[in-house]
């Protein structure tokens, strides 16, 4: 564990929180993809297979159980208490693709044929694209709350964060999985666009827009 | 004897 992996775990429970928040002070989740939150639980789902049979650290196995929760948990609220404020005409990305690209790319780079492994690859490739329904209803709108933008900038920070990590690691001589890597830079890359806009207009206090 | 893929990242 080092302060890279560290802070960037910690974004990620942080843009967890953020949303909830949104979602429970606004009570809407206006401006949230479905799509992407059905994919984030199916990433925990099929990366966590290990949960109950395979214990590491306690840090590991709380880690997994509240990302599993709390995304089941923004998925209830979305379809249920708050499912009057979503709009599935803006949720409009053809998931199918990430579905089905996600199982081919499983199918062909896991390091090993076992269920495990090949889920575990699954929801690597699964998680590098499963913001892309957000980033697309984001285009579509135009426009955010702020603090949809602060979950989406603790989003990406914690896939960045997970770079300085691997960098870290490698010149440490520690394990780094070269698919999980591969992965990863191109999902922080999907939030250059975004990451630009935050910092040039929501961080000086102006609405986020596009221009 | 088949070794488990150590997974220590989230």
């Known amino acids: 564990m080092n302060i890279f992996r560290l802070t960037g775990d910690m974004m990620h429970l942080a843009s967890i929180l953020i949303l909830l928040l949104k979602i429970h002070t606004s009570h809407s989740c206006a401006g949230i993809s479905f799509k992407t939150q059905v994919l984030y639980l199916t990433v925990f789902l099929t990366r966590y297979l290990d949960l109950f049979t395979n214990f590491t650290s306690v840090y590991l196995t709380c880690m997994k159980i509240f990302f599993i929760a709390s995304s089941a948990y923004i998925i209830y609220l979305m379809r249920f208490p708050f499912k009057d404020t979503y709009n599935k005409h803006l949720d409009a990305f053809r998931w199918e693709f990430l579905l089905g690209g996600a199982a081919v790319l499983a199918l062909v780079f896991p390091q090993k044929y076992t269920v495990r492994e090949v889920f575990w690859t699954y929801s690597i490739f699964l998680e590098m694209l499963a913001i892309l329904p957000q980033l697309f209803q984001l285009q579509r709108t135009g426009e955010a709350a702020t603090i949809t933008t602060h979950y989406l900038f603790a989003l990406g920070a914690y896939r960045a964060l997970y770079i300085a990590n691997w960098i870290y690691r490698y010149q440490m001589g520690e394990h780094v999985d070269g698919v999980a890597v591969l992965a990863g830079i191109v999902q922080t890359a999907l939030y250059c666009d975004f990451f630009y806009i935050y910092f040039t207009r929501v961080l000086r206090g102006q609405r986020f827009k596009l221009p | ?10």
Not at chain 2, 1 to 10: G, I, R, W
């Open chain 2, 1 to 10: 004897d088949e070794e488990q893929t150590e997974h220590d990242e989230l």
